[in-house]
């Protein structure tokens, strides 16, 4: 869209198209994040794909979190976890986490990460001390 | 890097949890280089307004003070902060073109 001001043509950015705009720069920072930190899981995807995926998965997280950070974290979850962890009866801390009303934001991250860390290092054996990663 | 695969996987996570914490905020990175800023004014019937007194007060509070060129510009460098910045043209309304007839 474009307006006249002072006898100037100039460009007008409505605050949806804003809106757009920053959502675009979301996704592809979340894409990019997947890129760095899990390349087998997006080398096994088109861009399109990945696209999707993000978006797909973005829309999933949204109402557990408000952060970037959170919502990068869910998709984290999913790359190793599959897609509908969350709701995934074999996993019930993690709906149990998400959904847990009494803790703010940031401890929901906090939490979540440990009891996924936990979970995927899986149980200790017996006579043996784990080592930290 | 770790052989076992849980060991792996966990390591994965630790990186991205990591990497989650530089998530820009609004979507967008902040950039830490300046910028710059550049105005044309004409009338308007598309004259240029060349000579015009103009302020540019940048987003840190830093005031810009000058005349418009012979185009009606004026042009600061890569040398301001990222931001809004207000201008104004304090004496345009003693511009003979703009005086009341």
């Not at chain 1, 100039?10 to 592809?28: F, G, H, K, P, Y």
């Not at chain 1, 990068?72 to 190793?80: A, H």
């Not at chain 2, 949890?17 to 830490?32: L, M, S």
Request: one cysteine or more; a neutral charge; aromatic letters at 8%.
């Amino acid at each position: 869209m474009t307006a006249s001001f002072r006898g100037m043509t100039v460009l007008v950015i409505r605050n949806e198209q804003l809106n757009l705009l920053t959502e675009s720069a979301r996704e592809r920072w979340l894409a990019q994040h997947v890129k760095r930190c899990f390349p087998d899981f997006a080398e096994k995807l088109q861009p399109s794909e990945l696209l999707d995926f993000i978006r797909r998965n973005r829309r999933r997280a949204i109402p557990y979190f408000q952060s970037e950070a959170g919502v990068s974290l869910y998709i984290d979850l999913v790359c190793l976890l599959g897609e509908g962890f969350s709701d995934d009866p074999r996993l019930p801390w993690a709906r149990d986490i998400l959904t847990n009303s009494s803790i703010d934001e940031t401890q929901r991250r906090v939490m979540l990460y440990s009891r996924a860390r936990a979970h995927l290092l899986g149980p200790i054996p017996q006579g043996r001390i784990r080592r930290s990663a | 890097m770790p052989d076992d695969p849980n060991q792996n996987s966990a390591s994965a996570l630790d990186t991205a949890y990591n990497d989650g914490d530089n998530a820009p905020q609004d979507g967008v990175a902040p950039c830490p280089a300046n910028t710059w800023f550049r105005v044309r004014l004409v009338d308007e019937d598309g004259q240029i307004m060349a000579g015009e007194d103009f302020i540019v007060v940048d987003s840190a509070g830093a005031r810009h003070e000058g005349k418009l060129d012979q185009n009606g510009e004026f042009y600061i460098p890569p040398s301001i902060p990222f931001g809004k910045c207000t201008v104004q043209f304090p004496n345009v309304h003693l511009n003979p073109k703009k005086r009341k007839k």
